[in-house]
């Protein structure tokens, strides 16, 4: 069976100061991989996805996230986190083309501190 | 931008009712998706159609059907309502690109329906 992790329930981190959501995943093939963010009483947003190419994806509102097969890693980083950046992130993972199961993480709560 | 309007912010209904959940998208997407989300588990899969009429179990079908007559819109019944069906459901579409993944393009996610089974 195909799972994600996400180690941290949450990250605190100072504004200004760069930040790191971890995820860890395992599924089978080539794997399909995607960050989402979840303000408070809203649904999930689209940050990045990771299909093929680049191993540095690089998505919306500044945040990128690094491929590494050999880890089987996907963390999410901003290089400079604002308190906007507050919020709950998932990783999703799905093993590629054929695949109907996406698999999500349990969440990781980001507070940035002013 | 694309819209995903789920009809109900928040619903209380007493064990043993049926209970209909809407989900309505405006960008002609073939793939819809319904997830329930609770703390501490992330988001489930409960079913999801790929077109009109059809259907897919996804991880938790059980005490769920669907129903989708339309290609905006899918529809998530729960037959008889219990309490541990508590919790947040998230409606999901996206188009289909053909390239062999219901996954090639991403989600785009309603604001979700807190509900409370009494």
């Known amino acids: 069976a195909q799972s994600v992790a996400q180690p941290e329930d949450q990250v605190n981190v100072a504004e200004g100061n760069p930040l790191t959501v971890k995820c860890t995943y395992s599924?089978?093939?080539?794997?399909?991989l995607f960050w989402y963010v979840q303000y408070p009483n809203r649904g999930l947003q689209f940050l990045l996805k990771y299909i093929t190419g680049d191993n540095l994806v690089k998505g919306s509102y500044g945040f990128e996230a690094e491929f590494n097969k050999s880890q089987t890693s996907f963390h999410l980083k901003k290089p400079s986190a604002l308190v906007s950046d507050s919020a709950l992130y998932f990783c999703?993972?799905?093993?590629?083309?054929?695949?109907?199961?996406?698999?999500f993480g349990k969440g990781t709560k980001l507070s940035v501190i002013p | 931008d694309v819209k995903v309007t789920q009809s109900s912010r928040y619903l209380v209904k007493r064990t043993g009712e049926k209970v209909f959940l809407e989900c309505v998208q405006d960008m002609d997407h073939e793939n819809m998706f319904w997830y329930r989300q609770d703390p501490g588990l992330g988001l489930r899969l409960i079913y999801f159609?790929?077109?009109?009429?059809?259907?897919e179990k996804g991880d938790i079908p059980e005490g769920y059907s669907v129903s989708r007559e339309k290609k905006e819109r899918f529809s998530l019944i729960l037959e008889s309502a219990s309490t541990n069906q508590t919790s947040m459901y998230l409606c999901a579409s996206n188009p289909s690109y053909g390239l062999g993944s219901i996954y090639d393009s991403p989600l785009h996610f309603g604001n979700g329906t807190r509900l409370t089974v009494t």
């Open positions: 159609s790929y077109d009109v009429k059809m259907k």
């Open positions: 999703a993972a799905c093993s590629g083309a054929g695949s109907y199961q996406l698999t």
């Open positions: 599924v089978s093939g080539n794997p399909y």
